[in-house]
Each structure stands twice: as structure tokens, then as C-alpha cells.
């Protein structure tokens, strides 16, 4: 199994930054991809981006430009840099793990941390 623990959020202005950060353990050999998803109230939670193990790293149209995804291998840590943050980016963030055992496919999440960005 995979177990994810995020941390760095917080309360900012809009305009200022923030960088999450998700500790994997585990079997983390059997990671496909990670990735970071957000819920804002009353909205159904959405992918804000994702990094496939030895792929190319995909951005919600949202926060292209702003945002950006970065793993450390060596650490076994997910980031996200969010810069530019806006009101709309208030949401709790979540981080999730896609992995294979004995090749089945199973996803991870971590408890969530949440944002908030003041106007």
C-alpha cells in the first residue's frame, strides 16, 4: 500500500504564493503517476495536475502558468508551487498516488490540506 501525508497549506492573499507538499511511503516502487486534485465547497473535487512516472505533466486549464508540479524521487515527495493565487483557488487539496500490485490498480489519497486565499 501507499500512504500520502500533505502539508504547506494555509490562509494568503490573492497574489501571493504557497507550496504543498505530499510525503509518499509505502511501496512506492509501485507508483504510476501522482498527482494533486482540489474541493472547494459545494463543488465536486477536480484534478488541478498530475505527473506520470516518466511522463509529461498535465495542468487543469485553471491554473496553467501559475501552478507547477514537481516530484523528488529521492525524497519520495510530491510538490505544488502555486503562484499568482486567486480567490477561486480556495479549496482543500488533496494528493493522490495511482499504483499496481500484483496487477491490480489501486489510487491513494492523503487526509487533504486546505487553502485559502483572501481577496
Known amino acids: 500500500q501507499v500512504q500520502l501525508v500533505e502539508s504547506g497549506g494555509g490562509l494568503v492573499q490573492a497574489g501571493e504564493s504557497l507550496r504543498l507538499s505530499c510525503a509518499a511511503s509505502?511501496?512506492?516502487?509501485?507508483?504510476?503517476?501522482m498527482g494533486w486534485y482540489r474541493q472547494a465547497p459545494g463543488k465536486q473535487r477536480e484534478l488541478v495536475a498530475v505527473i506520470p512516472s516518466g511522463g509529461r505533466t498535465n495542468y487543469a486549464d485553471s491554473v496553467k502558468g501559475r501552478f507547477t508540479i514537481s516530484r523528488d524521487n529521492a525524497k519520495n515527495t510530491l510538490y505544488l508551487q502555486m503562484n499568482s493565487l486567486k480567490p477561486e483557488d480556495t479549496a482543500v487539496y488533496f494528493c493522490?498516488?495511482?499504483?499496481?500490485?500484483?496487477?491490480?490498480?489501486?489510487?491513494?489519497w492523503g487526509q487533504g490540506t486546505q487553502v485559502t486565499v483572501s481577496s
Open positions: 509505502g511501496s512506492i516502487f509501485s507508483i504510476n503517476a
Open positions: 493522490n498516488a495511482e499504483y499496481t500490485v500484483n496487477a491490480r490498480r489501486f489510487a491513494a
